[in-house]
């Protein structure tokens, strides 16, 4: 068995992959629009489907935004600098949440920043 994916529902198809594409740097592996449904499905990721786990990003054409909810916690993302993640993010116009630095009761430097609708990405420093 593998983890194949996370879906995300979003608001603003457009919005979110330049979200994920130009400041997360992700790829845009994958994108097809289902008329009868009224949706469209977006993969992103830093390498193939085959070989990592990937964002689903699923755009439902009649809605323009949903409720997060207090269940979903993130979506965490392995960085070499968590320091230098923030800095990318910011010089990008995107919005860190909270700054690099060791995490509560513990010594792993993490950060969050957050895509537009809402979602919250950790980076953790390896």
Known sequence: ?????TMLRVGNLE???AFYQEVLDM???RRQDYPDGRFTLAFVGYGAEEEQTV???THNWDTESYELGNGYGHIAIEVPDAYAACDMVR???GKVTREAG????GTTVI?????PDGYK???IQR
Not at 102 to 105: A, E, G, N, R, V
Not at 111 to 115: L, V
């Open 1 to 5: 068995m593998r983890l194949l994916h």
């Open 15 to 17: 919005r979110s992959l």
């Open 27 to 29: 790829k845009l592996l």
């Open 55 to 57: 964002l689903e990003l």
């Open 91 to 93: 010089a990008k116009g």
């Open 102 to 105: 060791p995490m509560k009761h």
């Open 111 to 115: 950060a969050f920043a957050e895509d």
């Open 121 to 123: 990405i950790e980076f």
